[in-house]
């Protein structure tokens, strides 16, 4: 490492200066961004600001270190990077990312200085009405170093309020009927809280004494790449070996996708893997934040603040190994641990699965429908290939999700079946060659989706397979994670007017492809690991729709729009990312529209909004929407104690009203028969399952959920309810499990779309 430090009384001198091959490896990268990102922007002034911006951003995402008297000293920086980086001898001058480092570690001393004094010596009461503005990502840096340690006092109030909610919390569970407010727990209280954030900022501190100047360039060179769009990053070479991971060989861990949150350093849950140890345990949701991990009987951890990688790194571990993780539940400040033993994700939780629904019509009958869940588009793949998975699944070990999805479509005819729903929701992507093949299940021969290249050439991918395997009335289910491959999909099957789209108002808008180039190619080490220069993951190709229409951006907006918070949600989806690319149109490719949709749109949408207008789900959903625009309006956070506890109490009675209305229930007549790949082998059906409502699945919809934070949190659209009184140990058998009422919804649109699918349908080649 390049650095030196000194200790006096006061703080701790530090000193990060450039690695020696630093300069030829941010030259080369930011070569490659000119010359070859699809956008083909120069690097020039503009650039150079916006770099700057985003790098500081990066270091300091809630302006809380840096002070303006900092900024005014880097103004030199602004429009001069492009001249420090790309110098005519090939090696670049990265002087600026180490001064501005180092000034970033000299504010987190002086923090970290003021909050151990404050901890030994300030009271903490919350008595007063005082709030504070969690998300500062849009405020002014502060003035001067007074005005840092006002937001620094305040952001450490609200952490020790968070802390004392969730040990009074877990004390009252603990010691049910006890005084937890007594002298002597209160002092027991207060020494835990102090240790604890004590140890957190010592640790965050530590954390970036320990970096070095690959450490430094990784950041540095991401913010580069950053401004060229949200899916381009530069690896150093810990991060590439853990892209290497997400690509390559079975994952062993719990089963879990993380972000961490510029907003409050929480390492939150992004989604839950089908089959994993999470999931299974019923005790981990979609949101939760992870705060603390444990290696078995060891002391936990504290990972608030700690950076992505370093905490991924703590829950993965080997097959069979226990890793304890103190959470906090979405929507409380409770403290709860659960224990997870490491497991290898099975690949047969990852791949498509059906169900066979007989859905009650309105004649005294039953109806009966197929769905398809999908996951992700899979299919062997090279781990250079541009479509690679980054789901940590072995490529060479998995099926094709066309012939899956075949399979199981052809079981569905077997049983009569007469309309399919195919389930794209938190879909985020994968192979484009199988979305090709899994859209010509339901079409003739046709393009399906066209790509344009570095150099403006078009591309039209067709599918050239003539046999169709359903050519019935279809649904396909997407939201705001359906992405990139998804939105292939649903866009071209939308632009044919084969099948009706329903879900949330847009899907994600990822209409990019990206390819990972090793810098060793350009940069020579002499006797070093390939890897040592890092890589460069950048855009290199755009999708567009058969229409002629980008998917980026905008995404795929559906027929018919069922109401959901993610309809209103600031930071889901693409355009909620810094630089994205632009959404534009090419040409129409040449295609034969099917018209089954259009004519029938106006009579389905009208029987859709009378039943969603009265429907008792979609009222609490209405009601969930309310809360969240109110929550999303109002950016601060009460400092109050009495207050904070009647907010969750509130959402505790909440909780309860929805779980006593749902137990109310009379169990539905629906009969759900479940239909894995081996299970559409078999003759028949399978005995119907006991319960007939399901939990969604919640799938990332960006490729690099373990490097990146800009991925934006997904959650369930139905959410699994337990007991008021529910434990970690208590049996999970008395939950409640609530409808997902988009899938639900899209039940009835089908029983509505059948009457009226024309019978004579030239989906098929004639023979």
Request: charged share 30%; glycine share 6%; proline share 5%.
């Amino acid at each position: 490492m390049s650095a030196r430090a000194a200790t006096d009384t006061n703080r701790v001198f530090f000193h990060l200066t450039p690695g020696p091959e630093d300069g030829r490896i941010a030259f080369f990268t930011a070569r490659l961004l000119e010359q070859y990102h699809y956008s083909h922007h120069p690097f020039d002034d503009g650039i150079s600001s916006e770099f700057l911006d985003r790098y500081l951003e990066t270091l300091d995402p809630q302006h809380l270190h840096f002070l303006q008297s900092d900024l005014a000293q880097f103004t030199r920086f602004r429009t001069n990077l492009d001249n420090l980086t790309l110098t005519r001898r090939g090696v670049a001058d990265t002087t600026p990312a180490y001064e501005i480092f180092n000034r970033f570690f000299e504010r987190l001393q002086q923090r970290a200085a003021c909050v151990d004094e404050w901890l030994k010596n300030d009271k903490f009461e919350f008595n007063t009405d005082d709030r504070i503005a969690v998300d500062r990502r849009d405020a002014d840096y502060p003035r001067n170093l007074d005005e840092a340690k006002k937001l620094w006092h305040e952001r450490l109030r609200f952490e020790y309020l968070q802390e004392k909610l969730g040990l009074d919390s877990k004390n009252q569970k603990t010691a049910a009927g006890h005084d937890t407010n007594s002298v002597m727990s209160a002092k027991s209280q207060r020494e835990q809280i102090v240790e604890t954030l004590t140890h957190r900022y010592q640790r965050t501190l530590h954390m970036f004494k320990d970096w070095d100047n690959e450490d430094v360039m990784g950041i540095y060179l991401t913010a580069l790449a950053n401004v060229y769009d949200p899916h381009s990053d530069y690896f150093n070479k810990a991060a590439l070996k853990d892209f290497k991971i997400s690509m390559n060989l079975q994952l062993f861990g719990i089963g879990a996708e993380l972000r961490s949150t510029p907003e409050d350093g929480y390492c939150k849950i992004e989604r839950l893997l089908p089959g994993g140890p999470a999931i299974k345990s019923k005790k981990i949701k979609v949101g939760d934040r992870i705060i603390a991990v444990a290696q078995g009987d060891e002391k936990p951890v504290d990972i608030v603040d700690m950076s992505l990688p370093k905490a991924v790194q703590l829950i993965r571990g080997p097959k069979g190994t226990e890793v304890r993780l103190t959470i906090i539940p979405e929507g409380s400040s409770e403290h709860k641990v659960v224990s997870l033993i490491r497991d290898e994700i099975p690949l047969a939780d990852q791949a498509a699965k059906g169900k066979i629904i007989d859905v009650p019509n309105t004649k005294g009958k039953t109806t009966r429908l197929g769905v398809i869940d999908l996951p992700s588009f899979y299919a062997p793949m090279d781990i250079g290939s541009p479509q690679a998975s980054s789901d940590g699944v072995a490529p060479q070990d998995r099926a094709y999700t066309s012939v899956d999805v075949a399979k199981l479509l052809n079981k569905f005819k077997e049983e009569n079946v007469k309309g399919v729903i195919l389930d794209l929701r938190f879909n985020g992507g994968g192979s484009l060659e199988e979305a090709i093949r899994l859209t010509g299940l339901f079409i003739k021969k046709g393009p399906v989706v066209q790509v344009r290249d570095l150099d403006g050439s078009v591309k039209v991918e067709k599918d050239n397979d003539p046999s169709v395997v359903w050519d019935g009335p279809m649904i396909v289910l997407v939201n705001r994670f359906s992405a990139s491959a998804s939105e292939i999909v649903a866009g071209a099957l939308q632009d044919y007017g084969r099948a009706l789209i329903v879900g949330d108002t847009s899907t994600h808008g990822k209409g990019t492809v990206q390819t990972v180039s090793l810098l060793s190619q350009l940069v020579r080490f002499d006797d070093a690991d390939p890897d040592e220069a890092g890589a460069l993951k950048f855009t290199i190709r755009k999708f567009y729709r058969a229409s002629g229409a980008s998917t980026q951006l905008k995404g795929v907006m559906p027929d018919i729009v069922l109401p959901s918070e993610w309809n209103y949600a600031k930071d889901i989806g693409e355009s909620s990312l810094e630089h994205p690319m632009p959404w534009d149109t090419i040409a129409s490719a040449d295609y034969q529209k099917l018209n089954l949709v259009q004519p029938y749109l106006g009579e389905l949408l009208r029987r859709s909004n009378q039943r969603v207008s009265t429907n008792e789900d979609f009222e609490f959903v209405r009601q969930q929407i309310a809360l969240f625009r109110k929550q999303q309006a109002d950016k601060t956070i009460s400092l109050n104690e009495k207050e904070r506890l009647a907010e969750n109490e509130e959402a505790e009675q909440r909780k309860k009203a929805r779980e006593a209305e749902l137990r109310a229930r009379k169990d539905s007549n629906e009969k759900v028969y479940e239909i894995s790949l081996k299970q559409a082998e078999l003759p028949g059906l399978p005995p119907p399952v006991q319960k007939t409502n399901s939990l969604a699945s919640a799938s990332l919809p960006d490729d690099n959920h373990a490097v990146t934070n800009s991925v934006s949190l997904a959650k369930l659209d139905a959410t699994e309810i337990t007991a008021p009184d529910d434990d970690d140990d208590a049996d999970t058998d008395d939950k409640v499990i609530a409808p997902d009422v988009n899938l639900n919804e899209a039940e009835q649109i089908m029983l509505d779309y059948l009457p009226l699918f024309p019978k004579q349908v030239q989906v098929v080649e004639s023979h």
